[in-house]
């Protein structure tokens, strides 16, 4: 059973930091490109930052460069998302997603707080 399991959301004050984490299951971590997408109310989803599967090559929206770090390690079958400097505009569900040829896949979310 193909799982994505996404953890480290909270609340954090402005110019704070989290580290989220997507734990996958069920199938073959390495074969696919991963990435992060946020969705805050009453906005469209939204991509966030992506890695591809042998971790070689990221890419980021324009407004997180600088400020996330996508990463992964294929032996734990994890990818991260280290964000720092969060913004008012930051918050949102965080959601992982991992995507190959044929198939895609989503985790259930992450909720991502920032305020003071």
């Known amino acids: 059973q193909v799982q994505l399991v996404e953890s480290g959301g909270g609340l954090v004050q402005p110019g704070g930091s989290l580290r989220l984490s997507c734990a996958a299951t069920?199938?073959?971590?390495?074969?696919?490109?991963m990435s992060w997408y946020r969705q805050a109310p009453g906005k469209e989803r939204e991509l966030v930052a992506s890695?591809?599967?042998?971790?070689?090559?990221?890419n980021y929206a324009d407004s997180m460069k600088g400020r996330f770090t996508i990463s992964r390690d294929n032996a734990k079958n994890t990818v991260l998302l280290q964000m720092n400097n969060l913004k008012p505009a930051d918050p949102a569900v965080y959601y992982c997603?991992?995507?190959?040829?044929?198939?895609?896949?989503w985790g259930q979310g992450t909720q991502v707080t920032v305020s003071s």
């Open positions: 069920g199938f073959t971590f390495s074969n696919y490109a």
């Open positions: 997603k991992a995507r190959s040829a044929l198939y895609n896949y």
């Open positions: 890695i591809s599967s042998t971790g070689g090559s990221t």
